[in-house]
């Protein structure tokens, strides 16, 4: 009978089924959700004890979740009750909706078929609807929402706290959870299917670990780092399984490395590389992020676990600590292309540099308008000499003196156009100042340098040497080359300089070389000799040395010799 308050009833009941649903949409896994699912009863609908029964892939159910008595909780859940008992409960006692109502006059029957159960005895009912406690209530629920759909699951529901059975609204309320619930194992199951990759591996892995003891060992007692890592899928690449090695080497424990795919720990740049050697197998060498944030370099090999029926199953992998050999390769690397005593780049690797800047086919005179708009469309290439390009024309310069010359997309043997030559062709700038930037390369001799040697020693010469190093890597701009060639020899490559800019420049780094340098508390000075050469396309790299030591040696030679030194 309903009173004056049930509409509070209601209500309240209807805010505590607002909050379990929202809970049980928000579990992590299934079997949160079901847990979920089963305390709501408790918590929202106002029952005792309740227990979700799943149906397993056989048909049959299992006490998947139960709430409300741990002893009852400790004993019924896991266990099986079979397809054909539940089918005849559904079937007995009295249909609320969807529900099925067997009270305890009825129910005596089912005490020992093999449903798991939880009953107490107790004295008969004073009134009509006065719960008993061998009165069973169940709530299905379907796949689609209705009785029509796919059977998923039961839910058990048992005592009243207020000691009756459950009006129509009470029913309603148990109908409409059972409804939600069914939605959210559902939606829980879905998840679910996206971890059934990693179960049949762990199902692998202790097949692997009774039958192969070798590989167990050699795994967790290696020398170097050891992993195992699932493959394909969502999650390819997950860390699974580490080994000790592998633990210290990144500074994380196991259990932290199993919440990371490798593709976590990888340095950003090395990604790609990873991938790569994670889909095909084989090696590779990347760096490894560590617990304080530093990089280690690792060679990684990846041996791909298949199975004949199944294909790949998951990652094998061997990472083997490599810093130390890739320090030695880095330092024997600088040490190839830079000059020992001073730390500048050396002969080889300023010739690398500056043949980077230069190609091989010299400038042309530019074409006619007509003849680029031709070859740039695919029209006849014109060649030298046929009358298609026009003596008169200079070569054309962007805002930063970088040549365009439409002829240098001709290839001198006869080939075809290019319109749209993406190299930036050097060039040099007259005898005149006007307003044509190149690359221009500074060829330093150090006046005095070698009476500093026969009177002080060679300890003082190399302090000289490091220091005019200094200096000249202080006078220019980032970007620009400052090389040591050997002896007391020194080449500057400075890119975008006009004519006075390339004179100015050499000005202000002989005024920086002039001041003394005390080595040892002596106090002894140098001067410098600069001869200004320019880079340009279809010239040699030593041909372009080769013109700024000519003028620096005519630059020493304009210069009276007593006035060297000074500069």
Known sequence: METESEPYVRLATLRQLHRVMADMNTARSLADTLQTVADGVVNGLGYELAAVNLVRPDGDLVVAAFAGNAAADALMTGRVGSRTS????????????????????????????????????????????????????LAPMYATGGAGGELLGVLSVDRPRNGRRPGAWGREALQMYAFHAAIAISNARLRANMQRALVRLEREQQALRASEESFRQAFEYAPSGMA??????????????????????????????????????????????????????????????????????????????????????FLLTHVEDIEERKRRELQLAHRASHDSLTGLPNSAELRTRLSARLCSRPQH???????????????????????????????????????????????PAGGAFDAYDHHV??????????????????????????????????????????????RLTSGVRDGDTVARLGGDEFVVLAAGLGLADAQDLAVRLRNAIIPPIRVDGRAVRVGASFG??????????????????????????SRPKQHRRAG
């Not at 760096?287 to 060679?299: E, L, N």
């Not at 708009?373 to 805002?399: F, K």
């Not at 010239?539 to 030591?549: H, I």
């Open 532 to 557: 200004i050469g320019w880079a340009q396309c279809g010239m040699s790299t030593d041909e372009v040395l080769r013109s700024a030591d000519e003028r620096m040696y005519d630059e020493k030679r």
């Open 228 to 313: 195992i890592a699932e493959m394909g899928g969502d999650q390819h690449g997950r860390i699974l399984r580490t080994n000790d090695a592998l633990c210290r080497l990144l500074g994380r424990p196991a259990s932290a490395l199993r919440r990371y795919s490798f593709s976590d720990l990888v340095h950003p740049e090395d990604v790609g590389t990873l991938l790569r050697t994670s889909a095909e197998g084989g090696r590779a060498e990347l760096r490894f992020v560590r617990r304080d944030g530093t990089y280690v370099w690792v060679s990684l090999r990846n041996s791909v676990v298949a199975d004949a029926a199944d294909g790949p199953r």
């Open 86 to 137: 539940w089918e005849r409960r559904l079937s007995m006692g009295e249909a609320w909706g969807d529900l099925r109502f067997i009270p305890y006059t009825e129910g005596w029957v089912l005490d020992e078929d093999d449903v798991p159960q939880w009953l107490t005895d107790g004295p008969e009912p004073r009134f009509d609807d006065e719960w008993h406690p061998r009165d069973r209530l």
């Open 365 to 411: 005179v530019a074409p006619s308008p007509v003849a680029a708009l031709d070859a740039a469309y695919g029209g006849p290439a014109p060649r030298v000499g046929d009358g298609a390009y026009e003596t008169g024309y200079d070569t054309a310069y962007d805002t930063d003196g970088h040549g365009f010359d439409f002829g240098q997309a001709l290839d």
């Open 425 to 470: 062709h050097a060039v040099a700038p007259g005898d005149v100042d006007d307003g044509t930037k190149g690359l221009a390369v500074l060829f330093c001799d150090l006046d005095g340098f070698k009476s500093i040697n026969d009177r002080f020693g060679h300890h003082t010469g190399d302090a000289v040497l490091i220091e005019v190093a200094r």
